[in-house]
């Protein structure tokens, strides 16, 4: 078998391009007289928006570093190791760029266990070893400190997590063995499972104290000096760390079986990684470290070369790469400054959006609307959600008082708009209301300002027809809830011209929005492709399936909710407008369900109630239903859903609404949600042979998104 130096020397010629990090130890007397210490500092050169990653050749890096030490400790030489990071950052796991490029399975076995073979040096040393983990540690950051005996953390740490499972991946260099070991079963499914399928959800650093990864938590400003003082406590024996016991009774499999529940519930069986790294947590029970990491080794090594890791890694590329640089937007220098923001509505949606101009742009921003009652409601949404954020902790006393006096609401739009740079309007989404409403707001504004809108589907081209200036009115389409969903769909309108939709782009980066550049196409890229996924599950049900058996088909695919949750949420109502719409543009592949008409007439918010909080169809509900005879099984629908989403982004690349398929991509992650195991939905279509079966090709060529040949 191949030394560890061999294995990653080989996978260093797979990836020349590798930001590689250095080990540097330098040496010196521990603060109490407690003896000479060795530290390694992992470093690659770069600021601290380069984190430092492991590369094969930073591996080997650490590797002959650890040789260095290794030799001082058996000499007597050393009392202790320590390893740490530069500024701000500890280390953020593997160079997922390097994964990219691997082809073979024995190259992605190497790999998992050239990061086992030196991380395990540091257990192994003839004397105690220390991680301090000082600056944003994920991944194979976090793993390589498992590895030692000891472990400090700053309060200052803003990310700490093991996100593996988030991409596809398990976390692989010991973090699926070790962590239960150290913290117990139910904490550490708590970190690898729940939290990286909760949007790759993030612990600070007394979190990762409370949780007992560290065992001693410090401030920031003198970290290392207060960890090396706490190091020279402990190696003299007046500080013994104590750990809890570990109960691998019941408790360990009750914590596995919640794990199960929460991948079941995310994404339903749909990728695998989840269910794997639980396999090992659950053999990790008998405490045989060994066994684990060869565990994690053939996970990784099977993960690597499937599809759901490749379409994981090209969904996080989009949202990292592709989403700071919008494909198709103007030169920035073109931007206009914006110091004061309109919003025409005071409505949940006009005062979210209100909310968030205010908090991101921190200029003033007044709402109108049809009367004082309604301003006022939506000045006080405003208030009330700042002063949330203060109860929280998020803003001090100061930032609050000054937000909300930012805010403002006036019936007159002269009075309030009269100096405004940027107007949006999230107004009822009927075009000779919004028409109405850009034509008053024309007749007041300065020349230079904007006139933003929020809709869904409409037009804007027709919405700026009527206006002087059609060319400074653009799409700003926000998806809900606001705070939450990063995406915001930018319209180009024929006469919108490059200084607004570049001030557009300015204001979305300001906003920190995911911003994609769409044609003027009807209901865009998102609310079209989700009212034809969500309108083939509808005709399903029209024709004949149980609702139930229609819903149930699309499990497999992991999506956050199902079809009608999804409805509910949307509203009903819209979701039968936003196909009304569709259907007078494309009357052959869109229909307008009676069955949906019928619960939208009768007032229902949507097809289920909820018992013990478990939805089952609304008996009210069932009897509106209309339904034919044809029965299909949860496989037919799924095929029949799939094969329409297909054709329906084959027609909008056509249709050039938007650059790529990876921009269709980015924004069913960043405004549906949808799962960064399938890539967004393009990857999946192509690994199914669904795109070749409808449109005669792939999406993606062949090595984006998917195992290089």
């Known amino acids: 078998m191949s030394t560890t130096a061999e294995l990653l020397k080989a996978a260093a010629e797979l990836f020349p391009d590798e930001v590689v990090t250095q080990a540097h130890v330098r040496h010196f ?107 944003a540690a994920m991944g194979g950051g976090v793993e390589v400190g498992l590895h030692c005996t000891y472990r400090t953390v700053s309060a200052a740490v803003p990310a700490f997590s093991l996100p593996e499972v988030f991409l596809g991946l398990v976390p692989g260099w010991g973090g699926c063995t070790l962590l239960p070991n150290l913290i117990g079963a139910d904490k550490a499914v708590s970190v690898i499972i729940e939290n990286s399928l909760n949007q790759n959800k993030q612990l600070k650093g007394k979190q990762v104290h409370e949780l007992g990864i560290a065992d001693a938590l410090f401030e920031g400003a003198d970290f290392l000096e207060q960890s090396l003082v706490w190091t020279a406590s402990v190696l003299k024996g007046e500080i013994e760390v104590e750990r809890p016991v570990i109960d691998r009774g019941e408790a360990w499999d009750q914590a596995v079986e919640r794990g199960r529940a929460i991948a079941d519930s995310k994404v339903h069986g749909a990728a695998p990684a989840a269910y794997r790294a639980l396999d090992i947590i659950a053999a990790a029970r008998n405490g045989d470290l060994q066994q684990g990491f060869d565990a994690e080794d053939e996970a990784l090594a099977d993960l690597i070369m499937g599809g759901e890791l490749r379409a994981g890694l090209y969904a996080f590329n989009l949202v990292q790469k592709r989403a700071k640089r919008p494909v198709g937007a103007p030169d920035k220098d073109l931007a206009r400054p914006v110091t004061k923001v309109g919003v025409v509505g005071a409505g949940l949606m006009a005062s979210q959006l209100a909310l968030l101009f205010v908090r991101r742009l921190e200029v003033p921003v007044v709402l109108t609307d049809i009367d004082q009652e309604r301003i006022d409601k939506g000045v006080g949404y405003v208030h009330s959600e700042i002063d949330k954020l203060l109860g929280k902790g998020r803003i001090d006393q100061d930032k609050a008082n000054r937000l909300k006096a930012l805010v403002t609401g006036v019936l007159d739009k002269a009075e309030g708009f009269a100096d405004a740079d940027f107007v949006i309007e999230a107004v009822f989404e009927e075009m000779g209301v919004k028409q109405q409403v850009f034509a008053e707001v024309e007749a007041v504004v300065p020349e230079h300002a904007i006139l933003a809108t929020n809709t869904s589907s409409l037009s804007v081209t027709e919405m700026a027809s009527k206006l002087k200036h059609p060319e400074r009115v653009v ?235």
């Open 475 to 709: 799409g700003f389409h926000f998806f809900n809830p606001v705070a939450v969903l990063p995406l915001l769909e930018i319209v180009r309108g024929e006469r919108t011209d490059d200084a607004s939709l570049a001030t557009a782009f300015a204001v979305a980066k300001k906003l920190k929005k995911t911003a994609v550049l769409v044609k003027d196409a009807p209901a865009f890229v998102v609310n079209r492709i989700l009212t034809r996924f969500m309108g083939e599950i509808q005709n399903t049900i029209d024709e004949g399936t149980p609702v139930e058996v229609a819903e149930k088909a699309v499990e497999p695919l992991g999506l956050p909710m199902s079809p009608l949750v999804l409805l509910e949420l949307v509203g009903p109502a819209i979701g039968l407008h936003v196909s009304e719409t569709l259907h007078k543009a494309f009357p052959d592949r869109f229909k307008v369900s009676p069955n949906l008409k019928a619960v939208v007439d009768a007032g229902k918010r949507g097809f289920y109630v909820y018992e013990d909080g478990r939805p089952t169809l609304d008996p009210e509900v069932a009897a509106l239903l209309k339904q034919g005879d044809t029965v299909l099984t949860e496989e037919q629908v799924r095929t029949r859903v799939l094969e329409a989403v297909a054709q329906e982004i084959g027609l909008m690349l056509d249709e050039g609404v938007v650059a790529e398929a990876q921009d269709i991509d980015l924004c069913l992650i960043t405004g549906a949600g949808w799962p960064f195991h399938l890539g967004g939905i393009t990857p999946y279509l192509d690994r199914e042979g669904i795109s070749e079966r409808v449109n005669g090709k792939r999406f993606l060529e062949p090595g984006v998104a998917s195992v290089p040949a």
């Open 29 to 135: 007397d521990l603060p109490l007289g407690a003896g000479r210490f060795a530290l390694i500092t992992l470093d690659n050169g770069l600021d601290h928006t380069k984190p430092t990653t492991f590369g094969p050749q930073s591996l080997a890096n650490l590797d002959a570093a650890l040789d260095q030490v290794e030799k001082e400790a058996a000499d007597g030489e050393i009392v202790g190791v320590g390893i740490t990071g530069k500024p701000f950052i500890f280390a953020v796991g593997a160079d997922l760029k390097g994964v990219e490029l691997l082809r073979q399975r024995e190259h992605a076995l190497a790999i998992g266990r050239g990061g086992h073979e030196v991380f395990k040096r540091l257990s192994k040393l003839a004397v105690p070893s220390f991680a301090y983990y000082n600056g």
